[in-house]
């Protein structure tokens, strides 16, 4: 049944049993598939247990692709009577195992540790720039600007992690818990033990490198890099642990494999040992991530030792099933145009599906046009001639060989820069054709969020948007673009303005001038703490911000997306609330900036005198690096997608536009730029500064448009307009000629003999997310849809971090029963005890110092000392398992697909294996997390789906569920009980199965649906972090009822 309609080559790629196997896995040719079906074979022929398999995808998104393929063939190997789960497999991410194992094996020391995204982590930077960090002294070096030397810095760190030369002397062991001045004096002890080199901008990078990775220590951070470096140091320094892992007889598979780099490749090969089976799949021809460190070479490296071995293997699926074979002649041109990597031979592609044929030679086709805007409008305009109506699209043909009719969803626009993105999404919402963007459009290219981020600059005391005027994506050369105006953040706020009311967006007369006035008055407060009086704060509509201008308090610290949720009340924002058009994609973009706002406040506290530069920080970063991420769940059953090429890459689409294929734009003018990276001496040949940049053949640029022309299935068409003509459009040209396709400047040409079919709109959707994102729906479905299908981040405040340190404590304690349980007899020694675990960093706060930091602790000292002593028989007499992990499956009612949903248990009870009890801690969180707290029946839903789960996946028999109230005064009051019998479960499940399908379905136009938490609320409204900006009727009656 697994190598049920393979190829041969996919057959032996599924069934080898050599130790070591390379599959050069050409576009098109179903690697997911075999990878998945290869998992499935060593579970089901060879009995390899589940636990001892690893899969590494490039992304989160090919992991939950890759995790249903291998449920799907699990279920149809596994007998009827038995539940079909993945077990204790990993699939996911390099950098999400090395964290996870960091955990796993060094808990008290990792276990607070989150991975640092790159909006964080240039906040985390642009923090400590001038002070802690030293970061002046390279800028002054390298003679920079502030953004160029964060980026250069980035890039060198980045460097040294991923060819594992990153060597550090830390003070001590562990990092301080606490801010302020320990912490300070612990970063400024490091030193880089790597030789970077004499230069001076080398010597000043050592210093700002060595106290950047003790801040990252200190505040619980591992970034991307760091954290893949980290595991290898760790398990160097224990070669115990080491000698563990080479005995576990891994068997890996890595997708991907010509894009990883060199520490990863480490990764691999400890995992591995000698005694592991390895599985990697690739294909050099789509390596396009050279630029940050990834080298096609290993794969390379790989095909040649798998050759001259006699227990390895290379198989070369050829098979392209995806595109038709002018489609694949004219790839394979292209692929001889690209450099060749050591020695590495590769096939050319074969047409591996019959029933996918060339209609027309117009169906392929380059054309020019004599701009980009008449490109553009020719490209909505063909669009429709590919899809004209509702009912029905151009005839393609399905897997089986039926034939069915495009719909919009079938159709790409690609681009090779996200900043050329905005005249194709303009051209198409012109003509009326719905659009996604993936990975784009440029954030700061929306009129709407320039308005928002101009209200921000004015509370941050910033009289002017600077950047380099030779840069398109700097801020004023954006706001030239987009509006026309001055880089100041008066007239960018009120041209946005007149922007987005020819937009059609609904936007008052008056609300610039109340904007304005809002983000003045926030200045004087934050600048120079003024108090406004009850009547000057009358003006404004939002309580919050009335609130904060006449509190009487000295301002210390200012809350960044707190101030943003004010903006956003007082612009109005509730009037484009309606879960579509224009006024959905407004604030799909709002939320994006929500989430970059989020970025300034993750790594910590933002004190009145950090928060011009966090402002200014943004304004950085977001100009250069800000995308709004795919979301799956906003997209329209039927709309266009406009992408870089690098977001398409695993994509594949019936039609594809390759748009703007001009001069310096592709192959870029950038691609051969050599970074100037702040090394001296020796490291720059070991890490190959050079090969971070493209070649003189530009191979890196040749890969990229391989990967474009390789999204298409039946249609493609590459564009490019003006006078002057690419290197790569003169090379394109004689290829498509030669292959039967049209070269026309002549569009009239294009697209002939097309023939119509019935649509056919895919209704497999199937839905990755968890119980915590599951219970907003249940609570809300229009706060699901504002947090997590829009973006908007929740305010925070320096209770944030109390349940999580409450709960770090209560692991370790589950870690070792029988100690605490000893413990429980004498209160002062265990006291001390968990005050020690405190000083580790177990309870550690980021937002908060001082005297309620320490409150903070010392209640969760009692509330844990309180549990132990009330447990402590239970504690001496069983065993249990700690912060569980799981991911399981349930299918939609209608069999429209299904809903992975993801969790992780407090506690599993083992009782008497298989027979446990599951346990769920609510920590009494302060009241600013009120928002986070479940009602009686969302925990008892929580608790028999986590049973469903333990059922399910782990194997185990849970008879029980507890939900215990750590600070409860009351014995009666400090247990729930939770009936897990066969209907509870069945029933849970039913209400995930229903509560995930309305979110498939875009069921987001209703309101709260219980009752207020807190007694002194009139409606679950009040208790919304969105309250201010909801549009939905009840929303709008509560701010009404409040006025």
């Known amino acids: 049944m697994l190598l049920h309609g393979l190829t041969q080559k996919q057959k032996d790629a599924v069934m080898s049993s050599k130790r070591r196997v390379l599959v050069v896995a050409g576009a098109g040719s179903g690697k997911t598939e075999v990878m998945a079906r290869r998992i499935a074979w060593w579970v089901g022929v060879e009995n390899v247990p589940k636990g001892n398999i690893v899969a590494f995808t490039f992304t989160e998104r090919a992991a939950e692709e890759m995790k249903f393929r291998i449920r799907n063939w699990l279920g149809k190997i596994t007998p009827s009577d038995e539940e079909v789960s993945l077990g204790g497999m990993y699939i996911g991410t390099i950098h999400g195992f090395c964290l996870a194992k960091l955990r796993e094996l060094w808990p008290d020391d990792y276990h607070n540790y989150d991975i640092l995204d790159e909006s964080a982590r240039a906040a985390l930077i642009l923090r400590g720039f001038h002070g802690l960090l030293g970061l002046s002294a390279l800028q002054r070096a390298t003679n920079q600007g502030q953004y160029a030397t964060i980026d250069n810095f980035i890039q060198a760190y980045d460097q040294l992690h991923e060819h594992n030369r990153f060597d550090i002397e830390l003070a001590s062991d562990d990092p301080p818990f606490e801010l302020g001045a320990a912490e300070n004096d612990w970063c400024k002890s490091a030193t880089l033990l790597t030789d970077v080199g004499d230069a001076p901008q080398a010597k000043a990078f050592a210093v700002s490198a060595a106290r950047y990775y003790a801040y990252l220590r200190c505040r619980r951070f591992l970034d991307f890099s760091t954290s893949q470096s980290e595991f290898i140091r760790r398990l160097h320094d224990a070669p115990e642990r080491l000698k563990l892992l080479a005995g576990e007889k891994l068997y890996l598979v890595v997708d991907e494999v010509q894009d990883i780099n060199l520490v990863q490749q480490d990764i691999m090969e400890l995992l591995v040992g000698n005694s592991g089976r390895l599985t990697v799949v690739g294909d050099h021809r789509q390596s396009i991530y050279g630029f940050r460190g990834a080298k096609v ?112 969803s079938d159709v790409a626009v690609l681009v090779r820069s996200s900043t050329d ?176 706002i989020t970025g300034i406040e993750t790594p910590g506290w933002t004190s009145v005198t950090d928060y011009r530069w966090q402002i200014i920080g943004l304004c950085q970063y977001g100009a250069e690096q800000g995308r709004t991420e795919e979301q799956p769940l906003m997209v329209q059953p039927d709309a266009v997608s406009i992408s870089t090429i690098h977001a398409a890459k695993g994509l594949e689409f019936a039609a594809v536009f390759l748009a703007d294929v001009n001069p310096r734009r592709f192959p870029s003018g950038y691609a051969k730029r050599k970074p100037r990276l702040p090394l001296s001496g020796s490291i720059e040949r070991e890490i190959d500064i050079p090969g971070l940049a493209d070649n003189d053949n530009y191979d890196g640029e040749r890969r990229l448009m391989y990967v474009a022309l390789t999204r298409a299935e039946r249609f493609l068409f590459v564009s490019h307009s003006g006078r002057q003509v690419s290197q790569f459009i003169r090379e394109l040209a004689n290829m498509v000629k030669d292959i039967g396709g049209l070269v026309t400047d002549d569009p009239e040409q294009l697209l002939n003999d097309l023939r119509y079919a019935p649509k056919e709109h895919r209704r497999d959707i199937r839905l990755a997310t ?143 294996p298989p027979r446990v009890t599951i346990i769920d801690f609510k920590s009494g969180d302060p009241e600013s997390d009120m928002h986070q707290k479940l009602d009686e029946k969302e925990m008892q839903l929580q608790v028999a789906l986590y049973a469903a789960a333990a059922k399910k996946e782990l ?68 208790e919304c972090d969105f309250k201010e900006f909801c549009g939905m009727d009840t929303a709008r009656e509560y701010r009404c009822t409040r006025k």
């Not at 009335?546 to 009037?575: K, N, W």
């Not at 309620?852 to 065993?879: C, F, H």
Request: proline share 5%.
């Open 297 to 408: 070479e290993i794969i390379a490296k790989l095909w040649e030792e798998f050759k001259a071995d006699h227990n390895a293997t290379v198989i070369d699926l050829k098979e392209n099933f995806r595109s038709t074979p002018r489609i694949i002649q004219l790839a394979n041109r292209w692929a001889e145009t690209i450099g060749r990597v050591r020695s590495m031979e590769t096939p050319p592609m074969k047409h591996g599906n019959p029933h996918r044929r060339d209609h027309h030679a117009s169906h392929l086709a380059l054309v020019s046009f004599t701009g980009r805007r008449q490109e553009a409008a020719w490209i909505a305009e063909a669009i429709r001639v590919l899809v004209p109506s509702e009912t029905e699209g151009a005839l393609h043909d399905k897997k089986d060989g039926a034939h069915r009719g495009l719909t919009l």
């Open 421 to 596: 993105v905005r005249t194709y999404m303009e051209a198409l919402e012109a003509a009326g054709i719905p659009c996604v963007v993936r990975a784009g459009p440029d954030l700061f290219s929306q009129p709407e969020v320039l308005f928002l981020l101009a209200a921000l600059a004015i509370t941050a005391r910033i009289d002017e948007f600077v950047g380099s005027p030779h840069n398109p994506k700097s801020l004023p050369n954006r706001i030239q673009s987009i509006l026309g105006c001055a880089p100041s953040p008066e007239d960018v706020l009120r041209e946005a303005a007149r922007v987005l009311r020819r937009t059609g967006l609904a936007f008052g007369r008056d609300v610039e001038d109340r904007v304005l006035l809002a983000a003045r008055s926030i200045q004087q407060r934050i600048g120079r703490n003024r108090h406004f009086s009850t009547a000057q704060a009358s003006a404004f509509r939002t309580p919050k911000l009335r609130e904060f201008l006449t509190s009487r308090h000295e301002l210390r610290r200012v809350f960044p997306q707190q101030i943003y949720h004010m903006l956003l009340s007082e612009a109005g924002v509730e009037a484009w609330d309606t879960c579509e058009g224009r006024g959905q994609s407004a604030l799909f973009h709002l939320g994006a900036l929500s989430g970059l």
């Open 770 to 912: 968890s119980f915590s994102d599951l219970r907003y729906y249940l609570e809300c479905p229009h706060d699901f849809y504002l947090r997590k299908v829009l973006g908007f981040a929740p305010t925070i405040d320096q209770a944030f971090g109390y349940g999580r340190g409450v709960h770090n404590l209560m692991r370790a304690v589950h870690m070792d029963p029988k100690k605490w349980a000893e413990l429980a007899r004498d209160r002062q020694a265990l006291e001390r005890e968990i005050k020690q675990l405190i000083s580790k960093g177990l309870f550690y706060l980021r937002y908060t110092t001082g005297e309620p930091a320490s409150n903070m602790r010392a209640k969760g000292t009692q509330v844990v000392a309180d549990y132990i002593e009330r447990y402590a028989a239970e504690l001496a007499a069983l065993t249990f398992e700690p912060e569980k992990e799981f991911e399981t499956l349930i299918d939609y009612e209608d069999g429209g697909g299904g809903a992975l949903i993801s969790g992780t248990i407090d506690v599993i009870r083992q009782d008497d």
């Open 955 to 1022: 194997e185990y028999q849970p008879e029980e569920g507890l939900v215990r109230y750590l600070a409860a005064d009351e014995e009666s009051k400090a247990e729930l009980r939770v009936p897990l019998d066969e209907e509870s479960i069945e029933e849970a499940k039913k209400v995930v199965a229903r509560t995930a399908r309305k979110i498939r379905d875009r069921e987001f136009r209703s309101g709260p649906t219980g009752e207020p938490r807190n007694k002194g609320s009139v409606t679950r409204c009040a």
